[in-house]
């Protein structure tokens, strides 16, 4: 007879090592929320090594994304508004170069950093609606 293993029927088996371990351990989103947690960490310490000009960018940004992360936002929209999002870039490029408006009120945008821009937009986008609809699944 096997003393003691009628009392640890109850838990699950780890299929890597074939330990027994606690039922709720073999729930996946105590592991979930830990990875998540470190991909932000990671993201984190890599915008940290963007040139100047980039972390600039990625500041307002995020700025402008955080104002956007509510629910029924345009920013969680499963076709999202291509104009309304230039309209975003262009108000995000305002705000890192004033002095770039013409006589007549137009903004002269310099390609490149107004490409960078939407890049860095949509990533950050794109990165924050992955985490709103992977939090979500859970409640």
Same mark, same amino acid.
């Given at each position: =007879? !096997?003393?003691?293993? *009628?009392?640890?029927?109850? $838990? *699950?088996? @780890? #299929?890597?090592?074939?330990?027994? =371990?606690?039922?709720? $351990?073999?729930?996946? $989103? &105590? !592991?979930?929320?830990? /990875? /998540?947690? /470190?991909?932000?960490?990671? %993201?984190?310490?890599?915008?940290?090594?963007? #040139?100047? @000009?980039?972390?600039?960018? &990625?500041?307002?940004?995020?700025? /402008? %994304?955080?104002r956007m992360e509510y629910e029924g936002s345009m920013m969680y929209d499963r076709y999202p508004d291509r104009l309304m999002l230039? =309209?975003?870039?262009?108000?995000?490029?305002r705000e890192l170069n004033p002095d770039h408006i013409d006589e007549e009120g137009r903004l002269q945008v310099e390609e490149r950093?107004?490409?960078?821009? &939407?890049? =860095?937009?949509? &990533?950050? $986008?794109?990165?924050?609606? %992955?985490?709103?609809?992977?939090?979500?699944?859970?409640?």
């Amino acid at each position: =007879m !096997n003393f003691g293993q *009628e009392r640890y029927s109850w $838990m *699950e088996q @780890d #299929p890597y090592t074939g330990d027994k =371990m606690p039922f709720y $351990m073999t729930y996946p $989103m &105590q !592991n979930t929320l830990f /990875e /998540e947690t /470190e991909y932000e960490k990671d %993201c984190r310490r890599m915008q940290e090594l963007y #040139p100047r @000009d980039a972390r600039q960018i &990625q500041s307002l940004v995020d700025r /402008e %994304c955080d104002r956007m992360e509510y629910e029924g936002s345009m920013m969680y929209d499963r076709y999202p508004d291509r104009l309304m999002l230039e =309209m975003l870039c262009r108000k995000i490029y305002r705000e890192l170069n004033p002095d770039h408006i013409d006589e007549e009120g137009r903004l002269q945008v310099e390609e490149r950093y107004f490409h960078l821009i &939407q890049v =860095m937009l949509m &990533q950050e $986008m794109y990165r924050r609606r %992955c985490r709103h609809y992977r939090c979500r699944r859970w409640y």
